[in-house]
């Protein structure tokens, strides 16, 4: 713990250069710096790249070979057209460049014209010529779904879904890990192999029964249907079961000496000492039901009750798909997740290093 703290007290840079060899680059240190970059590089590079393809226009997005900024081509206003054209480096035939502004193209040739001379038209090659482009953000991308679709409905109703589900989840779950790993009794093992054996399940073979059981409940196109079906997850209780088998007996049976009830026990003394598990399924659950598609694409038909992730189908057509809003909405909704992480992250170190004894 000591030398936890003492490193955290270096400073960024001298953390980033530390080396083994001191003074000097030892064959390790190369390989480490080498091993993290290209490991960063896997993590971050395609959240990156989404971040900066989100700025992009349309066009921007069908160029190739992709460019990593999103750049915009520059048009110019031209006297006798209504609309201003893109501007593009041509090569002549004589080796000259020229800057000119593309009217129409027609297959591989290109009608072009001087904007200081509008009167002639220049026809090129379109292998000769190279659009003239400038750094452009595309904010429109984030606004505009912002004022043409129910966006802000489909956000509220991802939070309530997130939020209400994660908590229930924690709840079930633990009290479900807290009987299969306090208590002993007959057949323990095999209720948690039974509980582990249910991950093999697919969901599309459970997917009928559920909606059947959902609308004998009326709660199809209500949120009730997409929180409640998913609530305790095999997954979850195997993993607080497992970290619940850790912590000390003696401190269990002390309590029930003390005359805790069990209620007691569970709320103030197991889920404390859980919490570093706890936040890790916190994390998963927010990510499952945050990204959940196919259960609520089942269960909700209405637009006023749609996810997030249902209400990003709508900028799929039957003959086009505007990436550009599909790409903007995805960052937004990345943003909740990556707070989630950035604050339960500290717990998930703290446990580790403490190993659920206080």
Do not use: C
Request: hydrophobic share 55%; proline share 6%.
């Amino acid at each position: 713990m000591a030398d936890a703290q003492t490193l955290s007290r270096r400073s960024l840079p001298a953390m980033l250069t530390a080396r083994r060899g001191g003074a000097s680059w030892h064959w390790t240190d190369i390989f480490t710096y080498v091993y993290l970059f290209f490991g960063v590089l896997l993590m971050f590079g395609p959240v990156i790249w989404l971040a900066l393809s989100s700025f992009k226009t349309p066009a921007g997005l069908l160029e190739f070979p992709p460019t990593l900024l999103p750049l915009g081509q520059i048009e110019v206003e031209v006297e006798g057209h209504d609309k201003p054209l893109p501007l593009y480096k041509v090569t002549m035939e004589d080796g000259s460049v020229r800057e000119l502004a593309q009217i129409r193209r027609i297959g591989i040739i290109a009608q072009m014209v001087d904007p200081a001379e509008p009167d002639t038209s220049i026809k090129v090659p379109i292998a000769s010529r190279e659009p003239i482009r400038e750094f452009r953000v595309a904010w429109e991308n984030y606004t505009k779904p912002l004022e043409r679709f129910n966006f802000l409905t489909y956000l509220n109703n991802s939070v309530i879904v997130t939020v209400v589900a994660t908590l229930i989840t924690l709840l079930i779950n633990s009290m479900a890990a807290y009987g299969l790993a306090i208590y002993e009794f007959k057949g323990r093992n095999a209720v948690m192999l039974f509980v582990i054996g249910t991950l093999m399940i697919p969901i599309t073979i459970i997917l009928v029964p559920a909606y059947l059981v959902v609308t004998q409940l009326n709660m199809v196109n209500t949120l009730w249907a997409v929180i409640l079906p998913g609530a305790a997850t095999p997954t979850g209780v195997f993993l607080l079961r497992q970290y619940m088998l850790t912590l000390p007996r003696d401190l269990i049976e002390a309590a029930r000496m003390d005359k805790a009830s069990e209620w007691a026990i569970y709320w103030r003394i197991v889920l404390p000492l859980s919490l570093p598990a706890i936040a890790v399924l916190a994390i998963f659950s927010v990510m499952w039901r945050w990204n959940d598609f196919l259960w609520p694409l089942v269960v909700l038909n209405r637009s006023e009750v749609y996810t997030l992730q249902i209400g990003l189908n709508a900028f799929q057509g039957e003959l086009d798909v505007q990436w550009h809003y599909v790409l903007a909405m995805t960052v937004v909704t990345l943003i909740p997740v990556a707070l989630v992480f950035a604050f339960l992250q500290r717990f998930i170190t703290t446990g580790i290093a403490s190993t659920g004894m206080k």
